[in-house]
């Protein structure tokens, strides 16, 4: 397995434990917001392969408790499973953080008890989701297969949208409210620019906004927290 990137520590983003954070190319969105665009496709030179992933992590056995998959879209990388089975097997607890197209290898990890976490990103609303996400088509039945998947899930499950005034307003989230009723946690991050963000002009969400829209999630939602 070719590796895009490595965060040797990270605090957050695996919450209660202290991780590593693995970023794999390849994605098949084309989110104007995303801060990984420059690892978009799977094919560009990468930093590392697996075996030096491995080593990496025998180095900070006792310090580092959990690992990260992220991307890009993980779950497009066939070996996947059987990365996951080795760092496992080293001790390391496993989450996932996916854009939900891939669900039968989502279910396939699942199923075989390879995660212990999983956050999905919620793009916006079904109507909105292939202007969200840079496609003139979306495969909205795989998104949805995936939230029901983890809604089923007997680990620690996430979903989460990144906020954008370009992308989103109280109509998303009543949308998202109705989907996904019942669901444990939901984060909104609102949209920040960087370097390698595609689109600089979405615009970011005042918190007044983005409390509203935490309100509108919490009358289905249990847990709903605004981050940064």
């Given at each position: ?56 992590l ?29 760092v496992r ?14 669900p ?17 990103d ?53 949308v ?23 689109d600089?002009?979405l ?26």
């Amino acid at each position: 397995m070719i590796i895009h990137g490595l965060q040797k520590l990270s605090l957050l983003d695996f919450p209660g434990r202290t991780a590593a954070t693995v970023f794999l190319g390849g994605c098949t969105m084309r989110c104007s917001y995303c801060h990984n665009a420059e690892i978009w496709e799977v094919n560009r030179p990468g930093i590392m392969e697996e075996e030096d992933l491995y080593t990496f992590l025998r180095s900070r056995t006792g310090f580092l408790q959990g690992v990260c998959f992220s991307g890009g879209e993980p779950l497009m990388r066939e070996d996947l499973a059987e990365v996951i089975r080795t760092v496992r097997a080293m001790g390391f607890a496993v989450k996932l953080d996916t854009n939900g197209l891939y669900p039968d290898r989502l279910k396939a990890l699942l199923d075989e008890g390879l995660l212990d976490m999983v956050a999905m990103d919620i793009k916006n609303e079904p109507a909105r989701y292939a202007e969200t996400v840079g496609l003139s088509h979306i495969a909205m039945r795989r998104i949805a297969d995936s939230v029901n998947l983890l809604f089923g899930a007997d680990i620690r499950v996430e979903f989460r949208t990144t906020v954008t005034t370009r992308f989103h307003d109280i109509h998303s989230f009543e949308v998202i409210g109705e989907w996904l009723a019942g669901a444990d946690f939901y984060a909104l991050q609102p949209f920040r620019v960087s370097e390698f963000v595609p689109d600089a002009t979405l615009g970011t969400p005042s918190r007044k906004t983005l409390e509203t829209y935490a309100s509108i999630l919490r009358r289905t939602i249990r847990q709903v927290e605004i981050r940064g």
